[in-house]
C-alpha cells in the first residue's frame, strides 16, 4: 500500500476521489497526495479514529491545516503505549515514492479517549465529515458496541461494510433506516479498493460531499453493484 501504488490501482478502478485514512494517523496523506499529483485523482485527507467505546470513525477533510489541527487533538487522547511490533507489525512513514522515511513508534491500533459525540463534534468544528464506519461488524461497528444509533448525532452519513449492501444492511439492522448509508472499501490492500459509490459533485470537497449525502443543491450520491 505505498503511495504510487495506491494511485495506480485506485486509477486502474476507475475512482475520481478517495481519501487516505489510517488509523488514528495522518503522516502518510501528504505523500500520497504527491503521488497522485497530475493524476485524475483526487486524495482527501482523513484518518479512521478509534473513540473510547471501541467505535471506528471515518474522518475526512479538506486541508493540511485541518488534519493537523484534528492529528493534534487526537494525539492529546491517545494513551502514552509504544507500538508492539510483534504483536501489531509496523507503523512505517514513507514518501510519495514509496521509500522509508521513518517509523512510528506511538502505538495507533488503540482506542483514544474521545467518545464518539466528542470525536464528532470536534470532526464537525474544524469544517470535516464524520461517518461512523462499517457499522454492521461486530468488530469496532457502531451497533455491535453501542447497540444504536444515538439519535442526536450529528453526522451526514453511516458507513456499512463491504460485506453488505446498503438495501441489505437496513434490513438486517432496521435502525439505520433514513440514515445516508455509504459503502466502505475499507481497503488495506489494493485489491480490496472498491469504489462502490457513485457521487454527483461540482468539485472534491467535504461541502460537496455533504451536498451529495443530503441529496440538495443537485447533488446526488448513489451505490453501484462491484463486478465480482
Avoid at 107 to 136: K, M, Q, Y
Avoid at 147 to 173: T, W
Wanted: hydrophobic share 45%; charged share 20%; net charge negative.
Amino acid at each position: 500500500m505505498i503511495p504510487p501504488l495506491i494511485v495506480r490501482a485506485a486509477l486502474d478502478a476507475g475512482l475520481d476521489l478517495i481519501a487516505i485514512t489510517d488509523h488514528n494517523a495522518s503522516a502518510n496523506i501528504a505523500a500520497v497526495q504527491q503521488a497522485a499529483r497530475g493524476a485524475r485523482l483526487s486524495v482527501l485527507p482523513g484518518m479512521e479514529v478509534q473513540t473510547r467505546e471501541e467505535v471506528h470513525v471515518l474522518c475526512v477533510f479538506d486541508t493540511p491545516t485541518q488534519i493537523e489541527a484534528w492529528q493534534q487533538i487526537v494525539d492529546a487522547h491517545l494513551p502514552a503505549l509504544d507500538n508492539d511490533i510483534a504483536h501489531f507489525g509496523e507503523q512505517f512513514v514513507v514518501d510519495a515514492e514509496g521509500d522509508f522515511v521513518r517509523r512510528e513508534t506511538r502505538r495507533l491500533i488503540v482506542s483514544t479517549s474521545l467518545s464518539l459525540e466528542e470525536t464528532v463534534g470536534h470532526v464537525n468544528a474544524i469544517g470535516g465529515l464524520a461517518i461512523p464506519a462499517h457499522v454492521d461488524r461486530k468488530a469496532f461497528g457502531l451497533i455491535e458496541n453501542l447497540g444504536f444509533v444515538p439519535p442526536d448525532l450529528p453526522i451526514a452519513a453511516l458507513e456499512v461494510s463491504r460485506h453488505l449492501s446498503p438495501l441489505d444492511a437496513v434490513k438486517k439492522f432496521p435502525q439505520l433506516k433514513g440514515y445516508p448509508l455509504v459503502q466502505g472499501g475499507d481497503a488495506h490492500r489494493l485489491d480490496e479498493l472498491l469504489g462502490a459509490n457513485v457521487f454527483e459533485l461540482a468539485a472534491p470537497t467535504v461541502a460537496e460531499l455533504k451536498m451529495a449525502l443530503a441529496r440538495t443543491q443537485r447533488r446526488s450520491f448513489a451505490y453501484r453493484v462491484a463486478a465480482s
